[in-house]
Antibody, heavy 121, light 107 residues
């Protein structure tokens, strides 16, 4: 059974930084690209970043390019999202999501429960 | 970047009604479109991919159609458990843009 468990969220001051983690199990992690999707309170879904299975290719939404860095450690079956210069607009639940088959970032058939990031002074 | 526009943003219908949600891409995306259901307080759930292929375990009252720029999600007979927000998402290349969502309620 696929399991995705996010961690690292919390309350952070504007201008601060945070690193989110997503621990994966139940599949051959290195074969699959992974995505991060966020959802601001009461708002819709926003894809923010993706990474190839090898980690050699990374992808970002324009809204976060330059402030977010995605990476992965295939030896630990974990994907990370480093967020810098946090602003109120980054307050959201951040989901880790997995595509249904190996290849480039794709739609997702498995989602974690999410980790809440709150940016406030 | 390709934009995804859903309509309506919300709707209210009676149990048993046929419900249709539209998703329009600003450029052609072939059939690289997925639909998700998100119930209040829950994680998104994949309903349909490749515009019209039903994900395993999804009730057959859900169906998808379309290609190119115009897509439709149909619930053939609305049930109380279908109260949720529905999102389309394009894929095939990045960014993997979502539509703004359609909130479905029971009248």
């Amino acid at each position: 059974e696929v399991q995705l468990l996010e961690s690292g969220g919390g309350l952070v001051q504007p201008g601060g930084s945070l690193r989110l983690s997503c621990a994966a199990s139940g599949f051959t992690f290195s074969n699959f690209a992974m995505n991060w999707v966020r959802q601001a309170p009461g708002k819709g879904l926003e894809w923010v970043s993706g990474i190839s299975g090898s980690g050699g290719s990374t992808y970002y939404a324009d809204s976060v390019k330059g402030r977010f860095t995605i990476s992965r450690d295939n030896s630990k079956n974990t994907v990370f999202l480093q967020i810098y210069s946090l602003g109120a607009e980054d307050t959201a639940v951040y989901y880790c999501a997995k595509p249904p088959h190996p290849g480039p970032p794709h739609y997702s058939d498995s989602w974690g429960q999410g980790t809440l990031v709150t940016v406030s002074s | 970047d390709i934009q995804m526009t859903q309509s309506p943003s919300s709707l209210s219908a009676s149990v048993g009604d046929r419900v249709t949600i539209t998703c329009r891409a600003s450029q052609g995306i072939s059939n690289y479109l997925a639909w998700y259901q998100q119930k209040p307080g829950k994680v998104p759930k994949l309903l349909i991919y490749s515009a019209s292929t039903l994900q395993s375990g999804v009730p057959s009252r859900f169906s998808g159609s379309g290609s190119g720029t115009d897509f439709t999600l149909t619930i053939s007979s609305l049930q109380p458990e279908d109260v949720a927000t529905y999102y389309c998402q394009r894929y095939g290349s990045v960014p993997l843009t979502f539509g703004g969502g359609t909130k479905v309620e029971i009248q």
